[in-house]
């Protein structure tokens, strides 16, 4: 192999490594930045779905409690139902002590058991409890007897648990959110690379080029003049 083509075979090799390296770094940054910006942007839209629900779980539970207490269940019923219009709320089920769906806004979930681990969480502590799943968020909210359902139920005792109402809210939004998120960030991961990939063949291609026009000008001329003078000689 020619002196001029190891000297641009070996210039050609080490500028690519090192183009390499600063493209893989910045393809590293780039890519993590924006993973922790999508991130983020899920983050604000879970936040504002969840405080949306919240909102529209105080609202409801403001409408039905006072048909609840009052034990006006046809009322309440009819209230139920009526909240199947509401966007977003799959369901709000009435569960009695024993964490059975006595009344829904879905009649066909009317006897269903709560889910196996809730009756501990839901019916034995006076607070609101949220469970999420794959596909909705719930939300528990306890009844503690109070002075006006003893006229009903004389059995019962003030303060104590004897139900609850479970609002259950789509979480589509924020699912369609992370699919279109996660779509965005393999798209621009894949630019980036591909970015990084033409920066680099670019680069060693310009090098190239440049090598060969001063190589053959600045060494390889003046080469091939010393080796005719030289053979002038013999």
């Given at each position: 192999m020619k002196l001029n083509?190891?000297?641009i075979l070996s210039l050609v090799v080490v500028l690519t490594v090192t183009v390499a390296a600063a493209q893989a770094v910045q393809y590293l940054w780039t890519s993590s930045l924006v993973s922790k910006i999508?991130?983020?942007?899920l983050e604000l839209i879970r936040g504002s779905q969840e405080q949306q629900a919240s909102n529209l779980s105080v609202s409801v539970m403001r409408a039905i409690e006072g048909s609840l207490v009052r034990g006006e269940m046809e009322k309440f019923t009819r209230l139920l139902h009526s909240l199947n219009a509401v966007k977003g709320l799959q369901e709000v089920s009435l569960f009695d002590a024993g964490g059975k769906v006595t009344h829904s806004s879905?009649?066909?979930f009317i006897g269903r058991q709560m889910a196996e681990g809730l009756e501990k969480q839901v019916l034995t502590l006076p607070k609101e409890y949220n469970r999420e799943?794959?596909?909705?968020?719930?939300?528990?909210?306890?009844?503690?007897?109070v002075s006006d359902c003893i006229r009903c139920h004389t059995s019962w005792k003030i303060d104590e648990i004897r139900g609850a109402t479970m609002l259950r809210f789509s979480k589509e939004a924020l699912i369609?959110?992370?699919h279109?998120?996660?779509?965005?960030l393999a798209a621009a991961k894949s630019n980036s690379?591909?970015?990084?990939?033409?920066?680099?063949?670019a680069v060693v291609a310009i090098f190239v080029l440049g090598?060969?026009?001063t190589v053959s000008k600045f060494v390889g001329r003046p080469m091939g003049k010393l080796v005719e003078m030289l053979e002038q000689y013999d």
């Open positions: 083509a190891k000297l999508n991130d983020h942007n879905k009649p066909e799943t794959a596909e909705s968020l719930e939300i528990y909210q306890p009844h503690q007897v369609k959110a992370q279109e998120a996660t779509e965005a690379l591909w970015s990084a990939l033409l920066s680099v063949a090598m060969l026009i």
